[in-house]
């Protein structure tokens, strides 16, 4: 299926000569989010351009999308479609290159049997959003300065082929050609439906618009089952990591998992030779870094479930490793061998059991553990045992944490 993006706006209100469709949003270029959602869903890409600047940027970026110049951007986005007639092959979806759609605008689009515009009733900017008026399954009414409504136009539509009929009645009438123009002579024949998307969306037309839409997305990235130091500490760095590394292709969500890997064996490298700071604050580092590869997957809509297990297992070899180097650093004895065998199986069972229960675990997640560790190779300068205390500790709470986990599983079955 084909999927148009209209990026010909003259973009008057941003106040940048940067085109809009290329200002960055969490590190890549609004245009850019939507373009990588559509291919991951293996669409065939159209974008219709004005500024030779974006045309530039998606022949180095993308190979395989169609671009169509408009000569003529001041005739609105109406005409911008009208170009599109004979290089769409049927039903199509048209979206707006300086919207920011969230997953669910892709994962929810079905087949239509008439044009069909993806409404929601979350909006940043009321007054200036394009509001939408429906009557049972159709839509009667669209525009800005609508009073009377029921939803907000997201700029996202699906659209038969049979809507170019109305376009090219309206191009020979008129000089200037809206969206909404098209869609209300569509809406006279009853051939606009409506769906309702419950996900968030941004229309970004000045610096605010922006500025929430970056802060909404950078919120949006720290995940619900994060455990307290990830979402208050570790999400602070690693997503600012994250807006860099997604502006080069090289650093894939698999590169950056084994780099946190790569980090943690080194880590675990220092702690064998005594090293103890450096080591702690490696492995917190790791951690770090360990956050990056998610939130690089979800801004490059390059989420995988190979990626998901290829980080999975290599988290646990990295804590196995460090583990079993702090033990052995104090010496093969009765003790570290019993804190050592807490320690490396609470932290397999936190994994199994969260795998198998589908809880989270409430003390012992994995950067809670990691921190613990850097702490504990800070404290070394106090007392040298005390980092093999903070692993006794460690593997004693990972295993009150996998009873409770199966406690709340049971309570809740």
Known sequence: ?????????????????????????????????????????????????????????????????????????????????????????????????????????????????????????????????????????????????????????????YCKYDIFSYIDKLVKTRYKISISD???????????????????????????????????LERNLIKKEDGIVSRNLNRKISIPISKILVRYDVFTPNLITLLSFMIGIISGVFFLVKKYILAGILAQISSIIDGCDGEVARIKAMRSSFGAIFDAVLDRYADVFIMASIAISYGFSLLTSIILALAISGTIMISYTSHMTKLRPKFMSRDVRLFLIMIGSLLTILNKNLLLYMLFLIGIFSHIDVIFMIFRKKKAI
């Open 1 to 157: 299926m084909d999927a148009v993006i209209l990026a010909s706006g003259l973009s008057k209100r941003m106040g940048t000569n940067i085109p809009k469709p290329l200002i960055r949003l969490l590190g890549l270029p609004i245009i850019e989010h939507t373009i990588r959602k559509l291919l991951a869903k293996n669409y065939r890409v159209i974008v219709v351009y004005h500024k030779k600047e974006i045309a530039n940027y998606l022949r180095k970026r993308f190979s395989g999308i169609i671009l169509i110049y408009n000569p003529e951007p001041e005739r609105e986005n109406g005409y911008s479609l009208y170009l599109v007639k004979d290089h769409v092959r049927g039903d199509f979806l048209l979206l707006m290159s300086d919207h920011y759609y969230g997953d669910k605008f892709f994962e929810d689009v079905k087949r239509h049997n008439r044009t069909t515009i993806y409404v929601s009733k979350f909006v940043h900017d009321a007054e200036e959003a394009t509001k939408v008026k429906v009557r049972g399954e159709d839509v009667i009414n669209i525009g800005k300065g609508l009073k009377d409504y029921d939803y907000y136009d997201t700029g996202f539509f």
């Open 182 to 216: 098209i869609i209300l002579e569509l809406s006279k024949d009853k051939r606009v439906g409506y769906y309702v998307v419950e996900d968030f969306w941004f229309d970004i037309d000045t610096k605010d618009d922006l500025r929430v839409a970056e802060k909404f």
